[in-house]
């Protein structure tokens, strides 16, 4: 016997296809031709998501870069938040262990984007802080200017910047290596906006 099918439209605009020997139907959907309704009613959604998109991303930029820079909320870190750092350990690490970056903004440190404290861009300011009336520190290069600040930070203060808030203790927790990596690293950062 032949299989009698038919076929009839279904009730969501698919179609289906019956058979008369199993009675069952299979539905299939029939795409519409190129700019037929449904695909001119979504470009217009599209439109509206892309300059949704670009509004929230053009706010969020905006926010950001409005944080006032000069009313940081100042970092407490004490000497038990930071441990012993040796100087074996990378660059980044010895920033970042020793806590460096809470509170400075270094090159090429990733995640030493502190503001609390100035950039540190020795190469280009270091030799400025030598030479200031107001330095009373013993240091003669910037490589000793680096060590002199991070063993004894209260020598100088850097103008506009807030006294007694650097951490007074890191002799007690960085090793003279580490130390040496730390000035060796910074006395290089900035050396070339100097000139
Ligand atoms: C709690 C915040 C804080 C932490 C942590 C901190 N500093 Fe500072 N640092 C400051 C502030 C504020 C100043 C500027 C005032 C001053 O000169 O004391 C400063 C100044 C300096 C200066 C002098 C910068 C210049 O432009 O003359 C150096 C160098 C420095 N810090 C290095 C470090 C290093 C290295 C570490 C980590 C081992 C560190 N600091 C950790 C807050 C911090």
Redesign the pocket.
């Given at each position: 016997m032949r299989d009698r099918r038919d076929e009839r439209d279904g009730k969501h605009g698919e179609k289906q296809v019956c058979s008369r020997r199993a009675p069952r139907c299979v539905a299939y959907r029939t795409f519409p031709a190129t700019g037929s309704m449904p695909e001119r009613s979504i470009t217009p959604l599209i439109v509206v998501a892309l300059l949704l998109g670009t509004w929230l991303a053009l706010r969020s930029i905006e926010s950001s870069s409005v944080t006032p820079a000069s009313v940081p909320s100042?970092?407490v870190?004490v000497p038990g938040m930071v441990p012993l750092v040796t100087g074996d350990e990378p660059i980044t690490e010895i920033?970042t262990r020793?806590?460096?970056a809470?509170?400075?903004t270094v090159p090429g440190i990733q995640g030493a984007d502190g503001r609390?404290?100035?950039p540190?861009l020795?190469g280009a300011?270091g030799p400025a802080?030598l030479a200031d009336p107001a330095y009373r520190g013993h240091a003669k290069t910037v490589h000793e200017y680096?060590i002199e600040?991070?063993l004894e930070?209260g020598l100088?203060?850097?103008p506009g910047?807030?006294?007694g808030?650097?951490?007074t203790w890191?002799g007690v927790k960085?090793s003279a290596l580490a130390l040496e990596k730390?000035a060796s690293y910074?006395e290089r950062q900035g050396a070339a906006a100097a000139q």
């Open positions: 100042v970092p870190i920033f020793a806590g460096c809470v509170c400075h609390v404290g100035p540190l020795l300011t802080r680096v600040s991070v930070p100088f203060v850097v910047y807030p006294a808030t650097m951490p890191y960085l730390i910074l």
